[in-house]
């Protein structure tokens, strides 16, 4: 099971932000990011826990192992404004955190 | 880059079969590299994985929904299918297929998505 933090916050435009994935057991470094525009279908930024997907800006990072993970976003872009989810990817079946909402202050 | 399209209807009545398929481009669902995914998003809700197939034929569902799910393939069309039995309102969602890959699990293709409303 893996749960985020937090739900939702708020940022600035040029803000950096990280959100917190947490799983229930160690899962090594096989995690994902994701992100989710309105609408819009999941798309890929990070696996195994801190590389970048092909063609993700470089403000995107993500780190952790074990049981804690983070994904930090770096000088906030418009764009950036969506929702964020993990996905443990040690096991089958595959599950997700619950989201976590990025909003515009 | 695989592309991934779903179709199927939109509005399926309760107890009834939900059909979707997934056409591929861009990539073959005989490819060993992949598991070939469906994944549901309930209406303002998180992601719920569903299953996959692989090009060998062997699949692997989620056991929240197990008893009600079959995903097939067709190497022919290239594409593939899920079908839900006996559905209710609470298989309304936004239905996406994905590539999932077999080394890591990774989704990192995904069609658009379909939503499907379950009601009478």
């Known amino acids: 099971q893996l749960t985020q933090s937090p739900s939702a916050l708020s940022a600035s435009v040029g803000d950096s932000v990280t959100i917190t994935c947490r799983a229930s057991?160690?899962?090594?470094?096989?995690l994902a990011w994701y992100q989710q525009q309105p609408g819009k279908a999941p798309k890929l930024l990070i696996y195994?826990?801190?590389t970048l997907q092909s063609g993700v800006p470089s403000r995107f990072s993500g780190d952790g192992s074990g049981t804690e993970f983070t994904l930090t976003i770096s000088s906030l872009q418009p764009e950036d404004f969506a929702t964020y989810y993990c996905?443990?990817?040690?096991?089958?079946?595959?599950?997700f955190g619950q989201g976590t909402r990025l909003e515009i202050k | 880059q695989v592309q991934l399209q779903e179709s199927g209807p939109g509005l399926v009545k309760p107890s009834q079969t939900l059909s979707l398929t997934c056409n591929v481009s861009?990539?073959?669902?005989?490819?060993?590299?992949?598991?070939w995914s469906w994944i549901r998003q309930h209406p303002g809700k998180g992601l719920e994985w569903i299953g996959y197939?692989?090009?060998?034929?062997?699949?692997y569902y989620n056991p929240s929904l197990k008893s009600r799910v079959t995903i097939s393939g067709d190497t022919s069309k290239n594409q593939f299918s899920l079908k839900v039995n006996s559905v209710t309102a609470a298989d309304t969602a936004v239905y996406y297929c994905?590539?999932?890959?077999?080394?890591?699990?990774?989704?990192?293709?995904w069609g658009q998505g379909t939503l499907v409303t379950v009601s009478s």
């Open positions: 197939i692989h090009y060998t034929g062997n699949t």
């Open positions: 994905a590539t999932q890959a077999v080394t890591d699990a990774r989704l990192d293709n």
């Open positions: 195994a826990a801190s």
């Open positions: 996905q443990h990817l040690n096991s089958y079946p595959s599950s």
């Open positions: 057991q160690a899962i090594s470094s096989f």
């Open positions: 861009g990539g073959s669902i005989s490819s060993g590299g992949y598991f």
